[in-house]
């Protein structure tokens, strides 16, 4: 972005997530373009406002969106190494998805978009595959009736741990058979 239209855009993420505060995808914009003009503790401070007007908390999908952005501003300041560790990663996309699930499942992402970002990030970025795995318990828990948390868990298991750990996975969310 040229360096005379980034205010222009922030003042547009602005006047976009105050007209429309429900909106998941402005608030995202709202956090990005902070961080692109302002840095992290500004992008932050946008967040925490999100998260303290409420306006997110009747959707989880909506929510995800504004915590997808937030995981990917920890993510680029732990790329760029700004002073930033794996554990500050790693806490975020914990946080986020604990904050999700806070929120009524009814209204969850069906494709889990936060969780797969998030656990992309603790996998791929931060390198943690421990960390991963207890996330992936965290979701498989949380979506018990989610037949894709479970195949990408178990999925994640055959590329990082032990078949049997996947087979497990795969009867754990296998619906029960009706006789």
């Given at each position: 972005m040229r360096p005379r239209t980034k205010p222009l855009a922030l003042d547009l993420a602005n006047k976009g997530r105050s007209n429309c505060p429900w909106?998941?995808?402005?608030?995202?914009?709202?956090i990005s373009t902070t961080y692109s003009v302002s840095g992290?503790?500004?992008?932050?401070?946008?967040y925490y406002y999100a998260m303290s007007t409420h306006?997110?908390?009747?959707?989880?999908?909506?929510?995800?969106?504004?915590a997808i952005a937030l995981i990917d501003m920890a993510r680029l300041?732990?790329?760029?190494?700004?002073?930033?560790?794996?554990?500050?990663?790693?806490?975020?996309?914990?946080?986020c998805i604990t904050t999700a699930y806070s929120l009524p499942i009814e209204t969850?992402?069906?494709?889990?978009?936060?969780?797969?970002?998030?656990?992309?990030?603790?996998?791929?970025i931060a390198k943690?595959?421990?960390?991963?795995?207890?996330?992936?318990?965290k979701v498989c828990r949380a979506r018990r009736s989610s037949a894709e948390a479970w195949v990408l868990a178990a999925?994640?298991?055959?590329?990082?741990g032990s078949v049997a750990n996947a087979r497990s996975?795969?009867?754990?969310?296998a619906p029960a058979q009706t006789r």
């Amino acid at each position: 972005m040229r360096p005379r239209t980034k205010p222009l855009a922030l003042d547009l993420a602005n006047k976009g997530r105050s007209n429309c505060p429900w909106s998941g995808k402005l608030w995202a914009h709202a956090i990005s373009t902070t961080y692109s003009v302002s840095g992290k503790h500004e992008a932050l401070n946008v967040y925490y406002y999100a998260m303290s007007t409420h306006a997110l908390e009747y959707s989880m999908a909506e929510y995800s969106l504004a915590a997808i952005a937030l995981i990917d501003m920890a993510r680029l300041e732990f790329q760029l190494n700004r002073g930033t560790s794996s554990a500050d990663l790693l806490s975020t996309c914990t946080s986020c998805i604990t904050t999700a699930y806070s929120l009524p499942i009814e209204t969850a992402d069906p494709m889990l978009r936060l969780e797969r970002y998030s656990l992309f990030v603790t996998a791929a970025i931060a390198k943690d595959i421990e960390a991963t795995r207890g996330l992936w318990t965290k979701v498989c828990r949380a979506r018990r009736s989610s037949a894709e948390a479970w195949v990408l868990a178990a999925d994640f298991e055959t590329a990082h741990g032990s078949v049997a750990n996947a087979r497990s996975l795969y009867r754990q969310g296998a619906p029960a058979q009706t006789r």
